[in-house]
């Protein structure tokens, strides 16, 4: 979750202004800071490859007439090697505060188009309008990939490896845990950017670039940090309701290993009812599963975890809370019944009204 002061949170629960600027760096070096945006949309999603995406609307004034439209890798608001870091201003009253909202790469100039008038008979351009797509800075480490096939040099601990290969800062937000053996990292496109989601998923969770351009890894259980309120006096205006089959299986099978390196399996499913109409196989491993009655207990504990439970996705809608990031947990109250779970994806534009989808374990 994003810090801000108690009079920024005090402020978003009532009437508050917001104006959303545009940094513009080629490298770390500054082009044009304080832009504000006509049109922009931002959405983060946890299911994404690349968690964080957008796309942003520009209208630059010329100065002498000059047109600010780019030219291949040439131009100030070339698409190549420039990054757009993205703040939003809250004010009510005398009250002001800066939040970042993100720190984003542009990867394609949508659109671009000059506006022109006839000044002392002479057409001149008296502004561009430019359109970006822009996505969160994991979008560079997709891109970088390994040169060849590489081993972790030591398996103490996710983070070090994590911050040997992930080529931005760490925040070590959970408990480090060691690495397996025969870890082989592949040269591929995205293979950087999976083998630092590989190293989350050995954390319990996965990785999230925040709004300052760190590693963090999101666990997939954690505290509530915020609770919203529906009703009168709240800021929550719409619950949604999602049924999904797909974390829901009819059967699990596992295969072991013994020691003496036969193979194991073990099956376990539903055999009536509704579950059992359309199948839906889930794969169980474990590498400490050496003997029968092991796989047996493991491949049912899986089973029953997975006909007891599944995952239903709740799409919220409320007023602009800037605070709010993919990966945390939160509640709603107020609503018929008690509400929580964790943000999985965010959608934030020009509007007052922001859209967020949470997703909660309920029992079948």
Known sequence: ?????????????GSFNVVTTADFFRGSDPIM????FVDW????????????????????PSIAGESYIPS?????????????????????????????????????????????????????????????????LDERVLRAGFPSPQQPPALGSCYVELRRIGMLP???????????????????????????????AGLGGVAVVTSDGRWRIAPHEGDVVATLHLGAHGTVLDIGHEIDT??????????????????????????DGPLAIERNIRYAAAGWVNTQALADSHVQGVFAESLRSQY???????????LIEIGDFVAVDGWHRPLS????????????VMDFVIRERVTL
Not at 33 to 36: E, R, Y
Not at 113 to 128: F, H, L, M, P, Y
Not at 172 to 193: F, I, K
């Open 1 to 13: 979750m994003r810090a801000g002061s108690p009079a920024l949170i005090d402020a978003l629960s």
């Open 33 to 36: 800071q304080g832009l504000n």
């Open 41 to 60: 949309e931002v959405r983060h999603d946890l299911s994404s490859t690349v968690k964080g995406s957008g796309t942003g609307t520009l209208i630059i």
């Open 72 to 136: 291949g890798s040439s131009g100030l608001f070339s698409p190549f090697g420039t990054s757009i870091v993205i703040t939003q201003r809250f004010s009510a009253g005398s009250f002001s505060e800066l939040v970042l909202i993100g720190w984003f790469k542009i990867v394609r100039l949508v659109d671009a188009r000059d506006s022109t008038a006839v000044v002392n008979g002479r057409e001149v351009t008296t502004n561009t309008t430019l359109t970006f797509e822009f996505r969160s």
């Open 170 to 200: 760490v925040d070590q937000s959970v408990t480090d845990r060691g690495l397996p053996e025969g870890l082989t990292w592949v040269a591929e496109r995205g293979g950087r950017l999976a083998a630092v989601q590989e190293l989350a």
């Open 246 to 271: 797909d974390g829901v299986y009819s059967d699990v099978f596992g295969v072991f290993e013994a020691e003496d390196g036969k193979p194991i399996y073990a099956h376990a499913g539903v055999t």
């Open 312 to 322: 239903t996705d709740r799409r919220i809608s409320c007023v602009l809370n800037p």
């Open 341 to 352: 779970g964790q943000v999985r994806s965010i959608t934030n534009s020009d509007d007052a």
